[in-house]
DNA sequence: GCATATCTGGATAGTAAACATCCGGATATG
DNA sequence: CATATCCGGATGTTTACTATCCAGATATGC
């Protein structure tokens, strides 16, 4: 169980658009080309950015995409949820009811909430807690704490992260 | 991005193991008859958390799996951990590095650690924190306060849950 | 207007992980 | 010894993730 790429492409990518700072959008391929990523791929997932509004993408020749708001304003959580969706971690497959032993439950529904579920349930809102607590603008800070050498990032060219 | 199946199999097998009381060992074809599962499959789960010391195995006839430890003594993220490994959610590519623009670290390493990746990290401690702060006795207990008619489980053909 | 560059969205294919089954070997019961 | 069961490896099935490709829409600049 475990989160897929996209998360850590889709945060990177924005974490390089603000580096870049103007208004200017980019293209997919140079976002692509700053990672060694698959453009047409990133793209799918750029477009998931936009839906959530994360992204503006602007179409056309010398279109691409740049940041709908600033990195204070998008949380890790906005991310997470942008690009792999809403479904919950753990999902309750009901399987208390269906045994042939136990308690039946008609079709219909209108049991108890499993308290398995609500366990699992407790757990993922404290990690969704924890991602809303982080805005992307924490994590450029965090990640320019451990580079005192701002000098070093290439402009123009893209810094990394 | 999801737990799998695994999980939820294992913690209402617990339950019912519990619920059952006596020590005696119950084999997985039982404990599958419970909820409609598959026994091979199932058995494969109860073998991780043998290793994980959450069960004992009894081998041979009229053997089975039995609880190693009273369900105060295990928490949710016990049988997390046993059923899915204990891999992070979130698996850092490092995609900050590979860039043919960004910044070139020797393959070694030995550069400061991935904004993104800690970011991640913070909030997957929340949720093991969360998860290590539930016992399957709270769960249980969760359960029955839902379930006030005790009488109704079943003994000896298994209660649900 | 036209050639070019780009996003959009669907179709498709490849890969990895999860899910599930099966079987031979070991162990214990009676 | 026949039976019941756990154990672990091999194998197959299904689902999700990753990735590519292409036709269509849109905008730029000549």
């Not at 990133?42 to 998931?48: D, F, G, T, V």
């Not at 753990?90 to 398995?116: D, K, L, Q, W």
């Not at 982080?134 to 451990?146: F, K």
């Amino acid at each position: 169980m475990r989160t897929g790429k996209g998360v850590e492409w889709a945060v990177h990518t924005l974490l390089n658009l603000a580096w870049l700072g103007d208004g200017e959008p980019v293209p997919t391929a140079r976002l692509a080309a700053v990672h060694d990523l698959s453009a047409s791929y990133l793209n799918k997932q750029l477009q998931q950015l936009v839906k959530a509004g994360l992204l503006e993408s602007v179409p056309g020749a010398r279109g691409g995409f740049r940041l709908a708001r600033p990195l204070e304003a998008v949380s890790m959580l906005d991310v997470v949820l942008a690009v792999e969706g809403d479904d919950p971690l753990f999902r309750c497959a009901e399987i208390r009811r269906c045994g042939t032993i136990g308690e039946r439950v008609p079709a219909g529904g209108f049991s108890r909430p499993c308290a398995v579920n609500t366990a699992m349930g407790r757990a993922e809102l404290a990690w969704r807690k924890a991602l809303a607590a982080q805005s992307l603008a924490d994590v450029r800070a965090e990640a320019e704490a451990h580079a005192p050498a701002v000098g070093s990032y290439v402009r123009g060219g893209f810094g990394r992260d």
